[in-house]
C-alpha cells in the first residue's frame, strides 16, 4: 500500500526540523521541539499535522517573529532555479519539501501583524516548497500590500517565486481559503495573469491555467474575453495553456469558449452511439460506440465528449462529462470511434445500482444517447 501523505509530516521529518533549526540556532530547544510536535500527532490527519507542527514551532523558535523567519530561513536548504519538485527534499545542506509546509503556516499565523517581515519571509520558503496556501491570509488582511509585492515577484529570477504570484491569488485553490474578494472581482490579479502567461516556465504557466479555470466557475464571461483577446495570435505554449484553463468552460459546453477553439459548429451529418454491455456489474466497465458519418464537403474539427449521468443514493443522478476524442472528420468521411468506460469503485465517487443514462456530446451539443444498468 502506498504511504499516505499525511505520514509524509511524521517523527523523522520532525526530527531532521529539529537537526536544521539547532544547526543554525544553537539556544533552539531541539529535544522540546520534538516532543511538542510528535505529542498526538499519529492521531492527526494531514492539514492538522501541519498546524500541530507549527504550534510547536511558535512554542520553541524565539519569541521574536522578525528573529523567528531569519532562523527559518538559515534553516533551508539551497534554492533551486528548476522545476525538478522531486529534488525539494530535506539535506545536509538544509530544509525543503514537506518540512517546509509546517514553516509556511508559522509564519501564516504568527507573523500576520508583521506582514512585511512575514512575505520575505514567505518568499524564501517557496523556493523551497510553496507557500501558496500561507499567502492567502495576508491577501485578506493586508490586501493593498500584499498585491504590490506580488507585482514585484512578476520578474523574479525563481519559477517558484513567479508561479507563487499566480497560484497565491487563485479564487478557488483546493485546500486554500478562498478568496471571496478575488471570486467576486478576479480583475485585480488580471495583470498578474497577463505577464505569466507567456513566462518562460511551463510550471508558471500551469498555475495560470488553472487560475483562469477557477475564474470560469465564477465569471465565464472573463475567461471568453480572455481566450477572444489572445488566443488568435497565441504561440503553442499558450495555447498549450488556454486550452487547459477553458477545460471546465469546455465541458460546459459554453458556446463562446468553444467559438474561440473553432469547435462552436453543429455536425454535418449523422452520428450513432451504442453502449455494451446493457447491464454491468459493480467495478466493471462498459464500452461505448460512436459511429461518424459526414454530409459535408468540408473538413469538420469536432471534440467528441459524453455525460455518464450517475445514479446517488435515493435514485437521483448526478451528470459527470467525460473527455471522448479531439478530431478532424474529412468530407464525407465515416469514422468509428470506441472508449472503454471504467466504473471502478474510487473514493471520490460512488454509483449505486439503476439506469444510468449516456448523452453524446458534439461540440457542446447533445447528438445522441443510450446507456447501461448498473447491477449490485
Known sequence: MAEAFKDWIGPELIRTMAKHLRRVHQAFPRERFVKAATDGLAELELKARVVHVADALAATLPPSFSQAAKVLEQSLAPARSDEDLSKLVPCDAGLAGWAVWPMTDYVARYGIKQPKRALRCLRALTQRNTAEYAIRPFLIEHRELTMATLHDWLDDASPHVRRLVSEGTRPRLPWGIQLKHLMADPTPAFTFLQQLQDDDSEYVRRSVANHLNDIAKDHPEHVADWLERYLPDASAERRAMLRHASRTLIKRGDRRVLKAWGLAKSLRGEVSLSVSPKQVGQGGSVTLC???????KKAQPLMVDYVVHHVKKGGTTNA?????????????????????????????????????????????????GAGFDLAT
Open 320 to 368: 459527470k462529462t467525460w473527455k471522448g476524442w479531439q478530431l478532424t472528420l474529412q468530407p464525407l468521411e465515416h469514422r468509428e470511434l470506441q472508449k472503454k468506460h471504467s466504473l471502478k469503485i474510487v473514493t471520490t465517487r460512488r454509483d449505486y445500482p439503476g439506469w444510468h443514462a449516456v448523452d453524446l456530446m458534439i461540440n457542446g451539443k447533445v447528438v445522441a
Open 290 to 296: 460512436v459511429a461518424l458519418q459526414s454530409s459535408a
